[in-house]
């Protein structure tokens, strides 16, 4: 009875989000493994800059590892590769075994054996993969295309995709891509997908970075994110999707040139690094012949030091320096080096100063969490009583949404006004219980009456990005974006998918109930965009799941006659419905 039971069940393919899929990093020289994201050890922020910093590659768009050389990121395979967010003896104790913010994909999975029948690798699959890439890319797409096919091989079924968050965007990519995705697929079972954006914390990410309030410093994530190809999928759709108002980054741009400007402030960790080689700290380190000025054949690189280990990424950083000198300005190679000397194993990089090398000895190792940390600084009242400037609004796709009005920006915003409105034009509650459809469409703001930051012409994000960073600076190496990322993922995006009617049916399952940032303000006057890496914003906030607004998880495109039910629970939290019950006992019902 049981064995007819598991054989009449649809086989089950999971779908992890965003930092859902374990990456282990895989030595090329010894073939060792260790986790990159989540390391287990105390070292688990080093190792994600050490395996996960990198760049696109124009040429294959690939997301590359700085340590690409040395070793290759592979997503762990299987519901092993998802079920938790992080692997440790003691979180498998019944101390630590309701951790709702470290389980993910295992208690659905465990629930889906022990209510249903099913059986892990025989009909309950799961996909990982390296969430850093474009979800279209054939390195994504082919490995899932054979998973789908595999698993209705096995059962002679066709498969049930669950997905969530950016889970779901990968398998939307899918059928983008693949006509013939109706041959395949029974249900499309999405949890909290952000069809049309995650929220305004996606376009802060490429100024500040974004943890999804997981305990990582921002500025280590993002320095992936800034060229990661999941961040154009979290974003608004691009202009034939004009369901929801689209998430922009307000700023204060001061219109006259009265204020001096100053310097950016760096990380009290990175300035203070600065000042321990001031004049005076130099005048006891260096000979008067140091004065003279830097030569990078001063350096000397011996990565054998690592003994055929992967070597910090920093070493890496100026092992690239070094082949290209021109990477970092020459009046910054030294002090560059000596950062980099600090974040690096001993001996692995040396300058050629015998007092240095003496001094070396004293220096606390340089913690990567540390590097580069802003201390943020909220707009002050003073701040907001500048009157000589003008608002800018930014945005990922440009045509989206804009009026053709620009003005000196002599109002302020009320948050609390502008949440109220967002708010109800954002939720449209329709008479079924608990279920709503996000029908409304918007156009030209909130407010066209007032002179208001909505009334400004909107400009692409990733053109004022493009400015923050210095080039020719350490900065400019570790946080590099990329146009082509957005430009590749919105082809992707705007293909339409191809439906027809048949035993399909698409669910979805959303939160509501918790406010969300939907806009960035920054409130604080700049005279250049650098100033916003320092500046704490604030937001307006929309009703959604913490993390996506509740109208995005509700604008898929799929026809109401192939629609199964779309689903609001009220307080369900983006990350922690992976281990409500409720979830547990909606899925069941929908695959029964």
Excluded at 40 to 66: C, M, R, V
Excluded at 433 to 450: H, M, N, P, V
Excluded at 518 to 528: A, Q, R, S, W
Excluded at 568 to 583: A, I, K, T
Aim: charged share 20%.
């Amino acid at each position: 009875e049981k064995q007819t039971l598991i054989s009449n069940l649809n086989p089950v393919i999971l779908i992890p989000g965003l930092c859902g899929s374990k990456l282990i990093g895989v030595n090329k020289t010894t073939n060792e493994k260790e986790y990159a994201f989540i390391n287990p050890s105390l070292k688990a922020i080093s190792k994600i800059s050490q395996y996960l910093w990198g760049h696109f590659n124009e040429d294959t768009h690939l997301y590359e590892s700085f340590v690409h050389d040395y070793a290759n990121v592979i997503p762990k395979e299987g519901i092993d590769g998802c079920d938790k967010m992080l692997d440790h003896k003691i979180l498998d104790t019944k101390l630590f075994s309701n951790l709702s913010f470290l389980n993910y994909f295992g208690m659905l999975a465990t629930n889906l054996q022990e209510k249903m029948g099913y059986k892990e690798n025989h009909n309950l699959f799961a996909y990982s993969y390296d969430w850093r890439q474009l979800l279209h890319h054939p390195t994504i797409m082919e490995p899932f295309r054979a998973l789908i096919k595999q698993a209705k091989q096995q059962s002679s079924k066709k498969v049930v995709l669950i997905g969530h968050s950016l889970g779901g965007l990968l398998i939307e990519t899918y059928m983008r891509l693949h006509s013939d995705w109706q041959d395949d697929i029974h249900k499309f079972i999405a949890l909290a997908v952000p069809f049309d954006g995650c929220n305004a914390q996606i376009l802060q990410c490429l100024i500040l970075g974004h943890n999804m309030n997981l305990p990582i410093p921002s500025s280590i994530v993002k320095a992936i994110q800034m060229g990661c190809g999941a961040t154009p999928y979290l974003m608004n759709k691009p202009k034939d999707y004009i369901h929801n108002l689209t998430s922009q980054v307000f700023v204060k741009k001061l219109s006259q040139l009265e204020t001096p400007v100053q310097q950016t402030p760096m990380s009290p960790k990175f300035s203070n690094l600065f000042k321990s080689f001031s004049s005076t700290s130099e005048s006891k380190l260096f000979s008067p012949k140091a004065s003279k000025p830097f030569n990078i054949d001063q350096v000397t690189l011996d990565i054998s030091v690592y003994n055929n280990q992967v070597p910090d990424v920093f070493f890496v950083l100026a092992q690239q320096i070094k082949s290209d000198p021109t990477l970092i300005r020459q009046s910054l190679h030294e002090k560059t080096f000596k950062i980099l000397q600090k974040g690096s194993k001993a001996g692995a990089i040396r300058l050629q100063s015998d007092r240095f090398q003496n001094y070396l000895k004293e220096l606390v190792p340089l913690k990567v969490e540390e590097f580069l940390e802003p201390n943020l600084v909220k707009a002050s009242n003073d701040d907001l009583q500048v009157k000589n400037f003008t608002w800018e609004a930014f945005v990922p796709h440009q045509h989206r949404l804009h009026t053709d009005t620009d003005y000196g920006g002599q109002s302020q915003i009320n948050l609390d006004q502008l949440t109220q409105k967002c708010d109800q034009q954002l939720l449209r509650q329709k008479v079924f219980s608990e279920q709503q459809k996000a029908e409304q469409r918007y156009e030209f703001g909130l407010d066209t009456d007032e002179r208001n930051p909505w009334k400004v012409e909107n400009q692409n994000i990733y053109e004022m990005v493009s400015q923050l960073i210095e080039p020719g600076t350490l900065e400019s190496m570790i946080y590099q974006v990329s146009p082509t990322v957005q430009q590749e993922a919105n082809k992707v995006r705007q293909k339409r998918i191809q439906f027809c009617e048949g035993e399909f049916r698409f669910y979805s399952i959303n939160g509501s109930g918790k406010q969300m940032p939907y806009h960035v303000v920054y409130n604080k006057p700049v005279l250049e965009y650098k100033e916003l890496l320092t500046q704490k914003p604030e937001y307006i906030c929309v009703n959604g799941d913490g993390t996506v607004a509740l109208t995005s998880a509700l604008s898929d495109e799929f026809p109401e006659t192939l629609v199964g039910d779309r689903i609001v629970v009220p307080g369900f939290d983006h990350f922690r419905m992976m281990s409500d019950q409720r979830l547990f006992q909606l899925i069941v019902e929908i695959l029964q």
